[in-house]
């Protein structure tokens, strides 16, 4: 059974910093392109980040240079470390494979 969990979330002040968390189970985690998407109330769930088998990373351009995706596969886990939050980095974070989602972890960034 596959499952994605997300930790890490919370609030901070503008400027501030998080990491995100993401623990995988139930499929071969060092196989797989990870990624991380974000969604506010009304609007769609928009992409973050991901990264590859092999570690290659590609960012949203709204993160590039603040965010930072990476991944341990002897830990079966994916983490995305935030600097430098906004206000408009507010939403749930998603965690995300191939195989499915996790279930979402709050994240809020107060101005």
């Known amino acids: 059974q596959v499952q994605l969990v997300e930790f890490g979330g919370g609030l901070v002040q503008a400027g501030g910093s998080l990491r995100l968390s993401c623990a995988a189970s139930?499929?071969?985690?060092?196989?797989?392109?990870m990624g991380w998407y974000r969604q506010v109330p009304g609007k769609q769930r928009e992409y973050v980040a991901i990264i590859s088998i092999g570690g290659n990373t590609n960012y949203a351009d709204s993160v590039k240079g603040r965010f930072t995706i990476s991944r341990d596969n002897a830990k079966n886990r994916v983490y995305l470390q935030m600097n430098s939050l906004k206000p408009e980095d507010t939403g749930v974070y998603y965690c995300w494979s191939s195989k499915g989602w996790g279930q979402g972890t709050q994240v809020t960034v107060s101005s």
């Open positions: 139930g499929f071969i985690f060092s196989d797989n392109a």
